[in-house]
């Protein structure tokens, strides 16, 4: 997943976005904004929302770890291809009436990459949408690696794509089991990952055709939701600052969500940075959205130890933290 990091005084005074991995300055670091006293409540204190399901974390982290079994979803390689038909089946088998977007996208490199969304929509005849999303690709170069050797190595993508996508499996499974009559979405988006730094441009290819390109006319979801970097260990989760422009409102749902179910310690009240992430193409579009997306704001990098690296492999993957997004989600979706 390509991440910007971007001060957010410097982001206010610019309005542009740098290249991709740029680390924010120590000046903006020290600048974060406190939005709350991040303080967390007791359990107890969940919020009640009739729900009769309830999200399953060990089904989640079985649905990371066969992601992960298919290799390196890098596209054009014969484990993205099994890993795409793959995630269409679950979603069919849940009940979501499936579409596939196959397009030949050009990378920065000229590479031409044999792309495909999946998208799924659930109660199709509900005119008010709500959509979910994650990328499921793989990034093909291990460029963030401690050893330079591993440079050239493809990223497993454990947390950095099939976190997201697992998480977003186990939400439909859980809508399939009991049923409900929202409408909601579900797309996993491709060819996110294959970019590089200092062109903006060269991320989230997926998105952008998907918005370029609706696979329902006159498509208009109330709002998006971008899962990313879901379920590392000790994930921390803060407030992403085009999500705060977007939709501040759901924003503070989630969060509050969260924190009224025990995962204060995860979903930290205070603005982290503007990360270039799939959800600025849907902002872009005019699809209000907001991205959940670890964040480690006292950290130099700001992202987990892991991200861009040959170790993001299910070592790295908690079910807590898939527990902790999947159940605030699933609450905040139902209420």
Known sequence: MCKTFIGILAVMAAVVLSGCGVKADNAARENLAILADGESVSPSDVIETGLKIS????????????????????????????????????????????????????????????????????????????????????????????????????????????????????????????????????????????????????????????????????????????LDMVGGKGATFCREYFSEQSAPGVAQEIWDMAHKSGYGELFLNRMGSAILDDHVQLIKSGIPAIDIVEYHPEDENGFNPRWHTVSDNMEGISKETLGAVGDTVLKWLMK
């Open 55 to 226: 999200f399953n974390p060990d089904s989640a982290y079985a649905y990371v770890a066969r992601q992960v079994e298919f290799g390196p979803r890098v596209p054009n390689t014969e484990a993205h291809k099994q890993a795409g038909e793959w995630l269409s089946s679950e979603l069919k088998r849940h009940g979501g009436k499936v579409i596939e977007q196959k397009a030949d996208l050009k990378a920065f490199d000229g590479t031409v990459l044999k792309s495909k969304n999946i998208f799924a929509q659930f109660n199709p005849e509900n005119k008010d949408r709500i959509l979910l999303l994650a990328h499921w690709d793989s990034r093909p170069w291990a460029d963030k690696d401690p050893d330079a050797s591993n440079h050239k190595k493809a990223v497993p993508g454990a947390n950095d794509g099939a976190s997201g996508t697992g998480v977003l499996l186990e939400i439909a499974r859980q809508i399939s089991v009991e049923g409900t009559d929202k409408g909601i979405d579900i797309l996993f988006v491709d060819a996110e990952d294959w970019g590089t730094d200092g062109d903006e441009d060269s991320w989230a290819l997926g998105t952008k055709y998907f918005v370029e390109h609706l696979p329902v006319a006159g498509y208009s979801p109330q709002v998006a939701i971008l």
